[in-house]
């Protein structure tokens, strides 16, 4: 067996539309990807996994809390590449609805907002670590995801 492309998907604050899309991706390419990639995190696939020695973080969904921007650090610092999946990941919204509440929405939430430990504003990927790609959409673009999964392999060597 070659050498494999070691990945986490980890999603944050999002709808996980891009992880339904992922998953029917591998309905089509499993037989080409199965040699190739090696899923050292990914919550949609297994129970248990490894925070370590990431070769590429796909990521989808924007920084909410305090637990999510403390685990995405992580995170960043485990992986080599770090994608953005998603618009959620690229730009926050729509998760980041909440940022433009007027101020009378901001006061009705802000009990829910301290409870549950979120941040202040929700923000997207670039704004919390290095974001080395980015894929757009909700859900993510199939065919830009596919040219950065490409690039991925090509740069770790492994076609």
Same mark, same amino acid.
């Given at each position: 067996m070659g050498k494999k492309l070691k990945v986490a998907w980890v999603t944050f604050a999002c709808c996980e539309?891009?992880?339904?899309?992922?998953?029917?991706l591998m309905n089509d390419h499993f037989f080409e990807w199965k040699d190739k990639l090696d899923f050292k995190?990914?919550?949609? =696939?297994? +129970?248990?996994?490894? !925070?370590?020695?990431?070769?590429v973080a796909f990521i989808e969904g924007a920084i909410a809390t305090k637990e999510d921007d403390h685990k995405v650090k992580q995170i960043r610092k485990a992986s080599?590449?770090?994608v953005a999946i998603?618009?959620?990941?690229?730009?926050?919204?729509?998760?980041?609805?909440?940022?433009?509440?007027?101020?009378?929405t901001k006061q009705e939430i802000v009990?829910?907002?301290?409870?549950?430990?979120? =941040?202040? +504003?929700?923000?997207? !990927?670039?704004?919390?670590?290095?974001?080395?790609?980015?894929v757009p959409g909700c859900p993510m673009d199939e065919k830009i995801?596919?040219?950065?999964?490409?690039?991925?392999?090509?740069?770790?060597?492994?076609?």
């Amino acid at each position: 067996m070659g050498k494999k492309l070691k990945v986490a998907w980890v999603t944050f604050a999002c709808c996980e539309d891009s992880s339904i899309l992922f998953l029917e991706l591998m309905n089509d390419h499993f037989f080409e990807w199965k040699d190739k990639l090696d899923f050292k995190v990914c919550r949609i =696939l297994q +129970k248990f996994h490894k !925070l370590e020695d990431i070769d590429v973080a796909f990521i989808e969904g924007a920084i909410a809390t305090k637990e999510d921007d403390h685990k995405v650090k992580q995170i960043r610092k485990a992986s080599k590449k770090v994608v953005a999946i998603g618009a959620c990941a690229c730009t926050g919204m729509p998760s980041a609805q909440r940022n433009v509440f007027d101020d009378a929405t901001k006061q009705e939430i802000v009990e829910v907002i301290n409870r549950f430990g979120h =941040l202040p +504003k929700v923000q997207p !990927l670039k704004e919390v670590i290095k974001v080395d790609y980015e894929v757009p959409g909700c859900p993510m673009d199939e065919k830009i995801f596919l040219q950065v999964l490409q690039a991925c392999l090509k740069e770790f060597g492994i076609e």
